[in-house]
């Protein structure tokens, strides 16, 4: 067999795999969700306590970020891909959108 074909064939027993044990599994993960209630919502409040000081000091430093590259940010750019305007903060971003992708003229549709 072939690696193409088995890799078809491995998606297709995988989702079939998954279509029969569907309803399955989400029993199991009620039931576990349920069982263990007290612990996940400690482990939760746990892992949200631990990286508080993380999460803040990550938010004040994109503020940062944001403060200094502001005029960079928000500055308007051709994509050279569509010729559509964009914000240079979301350009690579915006090149991952249908619109770009349908209308590339750096990778026309069929070409690759
Ligand atoms: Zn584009």
Redesign the pocket.
């Known amino acids: 067999m072939d690696n193409t074909t088995n890799k078809k064939c491995r998606k297709e027993y995988y989702k079939k795999y998954n279509e029969e044990n569907k309803e399955c599994r989400k029993e199991y993960y009620k039931k576990y969700n349920e069982e263990n209630k007290d612990k996940l919502n400690k482990y939760k409040k746990e892992y949200y306590e631990n990286n508080k000081e993380y999460r803040e000091k990550n938010i004040i430093r994109s503020k940062e970020y944001y403060e200094k590259n502001k005029e960079k940010i928000k500055e308007k750019v051709e ?1 050279d ?2 010729k ?1 305007v964009v914000c240079l903060g979301s350009l690579s971003k ?2 991952k959108t249908k619109k ?1 992708m349908n209308n590339g003229v750096t990778y026309p549709r069929g070409d690759y």
Do not use: A, E, F, V
């Open positions: 994509c891909n569509c559509s915006h090149k770009c």
